[in-house]
T-cell receptor, first 114, second 111 residues
Framework: GAVVSQHPSRVICKSGTSVKIECRSLDFQATTMFWYRQFPKKSLMLMATSNEGSKATYEQGVEKDKFLINHASLTLSTLTVTSAHPEDSSFYIC??????????FGSGTRLTVV | ELKVEQNPLFLSMQEGKNYTIYCNYSTTSDRLYWYRQDPGKSLESLFVLLSNGAVKQEGRLMASLDTKARLSTLHITAAVHDLSATYFCAGHTGTASKLTFGTGTRLQVTL
């Protein structure tokens, strides 16, 4: 089946630094990827929709300059959390559409900003 | 804007019992998804329901969709401990091609 590989699975960074999270579609081409954020014991909130070769579409309230999304190829989308602060600590999950009705999710990245 | 609500938010049930999780959505959704999430893990796809009256079953889980009532249910039959997880439903809006997740139901199956 379609697999989305997400790295790293865990990252701890210092406040003020930037962190990049990668999502790769391993056996299919993902023209669109979705980035979600999940707080502990909460639901998934869509942050942005990433389209290959064009600018990402951000959801209302998501800071474009803080969460930089790049989708430079049909198999790779990246999310960079810039100048991270403790309030950015969260679980980030990417997802890709895999056909007419399916979505597959990455394994998630636990970001802790200290 | 599509809004999706689930109830209950938390469900503690004994092994062997049956129960239903409800998922209501606010506007037209052309598909309804159910996912399972274990602690610290990502989402595992359970079902996708495409039309009114759709019913799908896998093991002890059965999902159904009533588009007129804007309601989907996830029925658990004779629960076992392994079913303990958080279950999310998600609606799909065709024009934006994105998923809107429900609040989640944390299921705890006790002996």
């Amino acid at each position: 089946g379609a697999v989305v590989s997400q790295h790293p699975s865990r990252v701890i960074c210092k406040s003020g630094t930037s962190v990049k999270i990668e999502c790769r579609s391993l056996d299919f081409q993902a023209t669109t990827m979705f980035w979600y954020r999940q707080f502990p014991k909460k639901s998934l909130m869509l942050m942005a929709t990433s389209n290959e070769g064009s600018k990402a579409t951000y959801e209302q309230g998501v800071e474009k300059d803080k969460f930089l999304i790049n989708h430079a190829s049909l198999t790779l989308s990246t999310l960079t959390v810039t100048s991270a602060h403790p309030e950015d600590s969260s679980f980030y999950i990417c997802s890709a559409s895999t056909g007419a009705y399916g979505y597959t999710f990455g394994s998630g990245t636990r970001l802790t900003v200290v | 804007e599509l809004k999706v609500e689930q109830n209950p938010l938390f469900l503690s049930m004994q092994e062997g019992k049956n129960y239903t999780i409800y998922c209501n959505y606010s506007t037209t959704s052309d598909r309804l998804y159910w996912y399972r999430q274990d602690p610290g893990k990502s989402l595992e796809s359970l079902f996708v329901l495409l039309s009114n009256g759709a019913v799908k079953q896998e093991g002890r889980l059965m999902a159904s969709l009533d588009t007129k009532a804007r309601l989907s249910t996830l029925h658990i039959t004779a629960a076992v401990h392994d079913l303990s997880a958080t279950y999310f439903c998600a609606g799909h809006t065709g024009t934006a091609s994105k998923l809107t997740f429900g609040t989640g139901t944390r299921l705890q199956v006790t002996l």
